[in-house]
């Protein structure tokens, strides 16, 4: 909500800067969430009045407007608007003038027409939003006055107010706040009414959703414009003004909270009665759509029909217009949850049904009405009666609460003097009725959300300051446990992969039958659904099925990946493991530099694997029913699990599909995050390259064992570049390595790199009966 700095001065004193407002209230829990500076302190720009007005030769759209601004000389003015007549008052920006948008007024021509200045929207006084028309002054302005004088300089604090504190929901009940926090006292406070009260006229026939409700007769009021400074307080705070007594109304429950309505009371037909609406009852409200109503929808009604629907929104046939002469004045208590019901029932929410969902204080419900006789009667000339019509009850206040100051200081954690807390609550509006260690508070009651002990220790740790409280380290320094390694370890694989270009993907533990019956999987006993009748014992079923989805969506690329526990039969023992599956095209999108688009392959999931950096890693050929090509995955000579691509008709997808598993938990036996800082060499590297050919069953990894063991201590890396199988002879095929050379004290000399790189070359002839080629 929207508050006026200014009008909150009227009820208490406030620090001068509004940084400092606002630091007060967000330390005690009341968050301001932007500070506003408003008012049109702008040089140049008056009061002005249009005295005639003629369409522009040359526009459709435009107007020529003569206007009067008390200097002795009318100027001419080119206006787009629409929404003014000849009389109305207007600000007029003359030439000179800098508008707050960064708009300098000149004069100029327009379509041929000479233009001596600008009339102002709203917006562009940064006066509010509102740039759909002119920003039509009150009737009573003075022409040739300056603009500021009718909007003086103000702040606007946009304060978040949580759903327990409806009290705040006014500038009164803000300023009676910060009057607490502060310690000041408050300036003024809302008269009790002395009206004399009368029990007829009003009838509640749903005691339980309206508790309370009261309507005032006004005579021959005159409805019109607001004054000046009527409009400027509601417009500050975001309220459109629409005439003075609707104005008074919203007037009202912005500065007491209480929401207000005027019905035209030449249009009710006999008594008023507060009751349920009828299943399907039509009603037309103001904003002029016609709303079906529910049986648990609250209305107030005439003899006839519905007028209002309680709490939320008035009626459009027995609204106040220009030709209202008698008003009826309601102001009542709804129950919170059944306005609450109503406005998401009907999707109606209004600044009346915000307030009343959130809980209205019941004493101020008279309060309220009166404050919004005597302004009627002052705007408008009404004449009010002398009674005021009243149906229910008020309901009682809150129960007392009782507060140890023992227990006050064991929660908060430091010891506040009794006399300080007492203090704090009183300020708050709290009254103690009992003296000792344990005391009794009783409730305002407009604060219904204080219940319990708890609550009242909150309000003195608020006003008290948290930051006050001195803080404690209660917590012991405690070592990494395998768990907590685990779960590092877990999060840095996923963020490896997802680095590769894989999505993680969560699937159910719980499969179909299909998939259960293939798979021999242990069964529930009491499956809710055919879809989960199994543990499931892999994790490449529920991937297959993604890819099955998205397949039928339409993607053209799944790269997805799962961490997740498996239950492996005939006891359903728990595995983690790390399920993998590579389908479709390389890339997401297409690029104009690929001539065509690669597919992934055994080599992008066979990478994605090795990014994950296990410890002694390695891959051989095996063997799996449903993989072409089967291989196994070992970690320190430990088998953990296989890859390969999925033979034809298991997946039902174009193309070849690549899938991965192994147990996680094997995987992670040995596996760190420890990451070793390495400088930037200083030195430079020697490369050297040798091309052998091999028979085909001697291994990549057998090669580079037989390269890089024994250690060679200058060798620094070994790159595999090329590899072919023609022209070599039959079941033979020719590899080529790059050795990297390298001293991290000095630069190597031709003879040290050429006498290691022999004993490599020896090593390879010897080992596995190379021949290498020169």
């Given at each position: 909500m929207k508050f006026s700095a200014n009008w909150l001065r009227e009820f208490v004193d406030l620090p001068e800067n509004p940084e400092e407002i606002a630091e007060l209230l967000t330390r005690a829990g009341i968050e301001t969430k932007n500070i506003e500076a408003r008012g049109a302190n702008i040089d140049k720009v008056i009061v002005s009045q249009i005295t005639a007005s003629s369409r522009h030769p040359n526009a459709d759209r435009l107007t020529v407007c003569e206007v009067d601004d008390a200097s002795g000389t009318k100027h001419q003015i080119v206006c787009g608007a629409t929404n003014y007549k000849v009389g109305d008052k207007i600000p007029l920006a003359l030439p000179g003038a800098k508008l707050p948008n960064g708009t300098e007024i000149r004069k100029s021509k327009l379509r041929g027409v000479e233009s001596e200045g600008m009339l102002c929207s709203p917006i562009e006084l940064g006066l509010g939003d509102d740039a759909s028309g002119l920003l039509i002054l009150s009737g009573d302005a003075k022409i040739g006055t300056p603009i500021s004088d009718l909007f003086p300089a103000d702040t606007i604090l946009d304060v978040e107010i949580t759903p327990n504190r409806g009290d705040l929901l006014s500038h009164f009940g803000l300023a009676r706040e910060i009057a607490a926090l502060?310690?000041?006292?408050?300036?003024?406070?809302?008269?009790?009414?002395?009206?004399?009260?009368?029990?007829?006229?009003?009838?509640?026939?749903?005691?339980?959703?309206?508790?309370?409700?009261?309507?005032?007769?006004?005579?021959?009021v005159k409805v019109g414009p607001s004054p000046q400074w009527l409009r400027a307080k509601i417009e500050s705070v975001g309220i459109r003004s629409i005439n003075n007594i609707v104005?008074?109304?919203n007037f009202v429950m912005l500065e007491l909270g209480q929401p207000t309505h005027a019905f035209d009371a030449d249009k009710l037909k006999g008594d008023i009665n507060v009751r349920l609406a009828r299943d399907g009852e039509k009603f037309l409200a103001l904003d002029g759509k016609t709303y079906s109503l529910k049986p648990d929808n609250l209305v107030v009604a005439d003899q006839e029909r519905a007028v209002g629907i309680g709490g939320v929104i008035g009626?459009?046939?027995?609204?106040?217009?220009?030709?209202?002469?008698?008003?009826?004045?309601?102001?009542?208590?709804?129950?919170?949850?059944?306005?609450?019901?109503?406005?998401?029932?009907l999707n109606l929410p209004s600044d009346a049904s915000y307030r009343f969902?959130?809980?209205?204080?019941?004493?101020?419900?008279?309060?309220?009405?009166?404050?919004?006789?005597?302004?009627?009667?002052?705007?408008?000339?009404?004449?009010?009666?002398?009674?005021?019509?009243?149906?229910?009850?008020?309901?009682?206040?809150?129960?007392?609460?009782?507060?140890?100051?023992?227990?006050?200081?064991?929660?908060?954690?430091?010891?506040?003097?009794?006399?300080?807390?007492?203090?704090?609550?009183?300020?708050?509006?709290l009254i103690k009725t009992s003296a000792a260690k344990t005391t009794k508070w009783k409730i305002p009651s407009y604060r219904r959300d204080l219940q319990r002990d708890v609550d009242l220790i909150e309000e003195v740790v608020r006003a008290y300051g948290a930051e006050k409280i001195p803080g404690t380290n209660r917590s012991r320094f405690t070592p990494s446990s395998a768990a907590d390694d685990s779960h590092d370890l877990e999060s840095a694989f996923r963020e490896r992969l997802s680095a590769q270009g894989l999505w993680e993907v969560r699937t159910s533990k719980l499969i179909p039958r299909s998939a259960a019956a293939a798979s021999s999987a242990i069964q529930l006993r009491n499956p809710l659904t055919e879809d989960h009748v199994a543990l499931r014992p892999n994790l490449i079923s529920g991937l297959l099925a993604v890819l099955d989805r998205n397949v039928r969506a339409g993607a053209e690329r799944v790269a997805i990946f799962e961490i997740g526990r498996i239950f492996l039969p005939p006891r359903a023992n728990e595995h983690k493991h790390l399920g993998i599956l590579l389908w479709g095209n390389a890339t997401s999108a297409p690029h104009w530099r690929l001539q065509q688009n690669y597919r992934l392959d055994f080599f992008d999931l066979k990478g994605a694997i090795e990014s994950l950096a296990l410890p002694g890693i390695s891959f051989r050929r095996?063997?799996?029913?449903?993989?072409?090509?089967?291989?196994?995955?070992?970690?320190?000579?430990?088998?953990?699990?296989?890859?390969?691509?999925?033979?034809?008709?298991?997946?039902?997808?174009?193309?070849?599909?690549?899938?991965?598993?192994?147990?996680?938990?094997?995987?992670?036996?040995?596996?760190?995050?420890q990451k070793t800082f390495r400088e930037i060499e200083k030195f430079p590297s020697v490369t050297r390259d040798i091309a052998m050919i091999v028979p085909n069953e001697i291994s990549h990894e057998k090669i580079l064992r037989t390269?890089?063991?024994?250690?060679e201590p200058l060798l620094e890396r070994v790159d595999l570049f090329d590899l072919f199988t023609t022209n070599v002879g039959a079941a033979r095929k020719s590899l080529a390595y790059r050795l990297t050379y390298r001293d991290r004290s000095r630069t190597l000399t031709n003879e040290e790199v050429n006498a290691a790189h022999a004993k490599i070359r020896e090593r390879l002839r010897r080992n596995l009966g190379a021949e290498l080629r020169e």
């Open positions: 502060t310690g000041k006292k408050l300036k003024s406070i809302p008269r009790d009414p002395k009206t004399a009260i009368k029990k007829t006229g009003v009838t509640i026939t749903a005691t339980s959703e309206c508790p309370f409700f009261s309507a005032r007769k006004i005579d021959n104005d008074v109304s009626g459009e046939e027995t609204g106040v217009t220009n030709s209202t002469k008698d008003i009826l004045l309601e102001a009542a208590y709804f129950l919170p949850a059944s306005i609450r019901r109503t406005a998401r029932n969902e959130r809980g209205v204080d019941p004493e101020m419900v008279l309060r309220a009405s009166q404050r919004a006789t005597e302004l009627i009667q002052e705007i408008a000339g009404g004449t009010p009666a002398k009674e005021i019509n009243l149906a229910g009850k008020l309901p009682p206040n809150p129960a007392d609460v009782s507060l140890s100051y023992d227990k006050c200081d064991r929660v908060v954690g430091t010891s506040i003097k009794p006399k300080a807390i007492d203090e704090i609550l009183t300020g708050f509006g095996g063997d799996h029913a449903d993989l072409s090509v089967a291989t196994e995955i070992f970690s320190n000579e430990r088998a953990i699990g296989f890859l390969g691509q999925l033979r034809e008709g298991k997946v039902d997808a174009p193309g070849a599909a690549f899938v991965a598993e192994f147990d996680l938990d094997l995987a992670l036996r040995g596996a760190h995050l390269i890089e063991e024994p250690r």
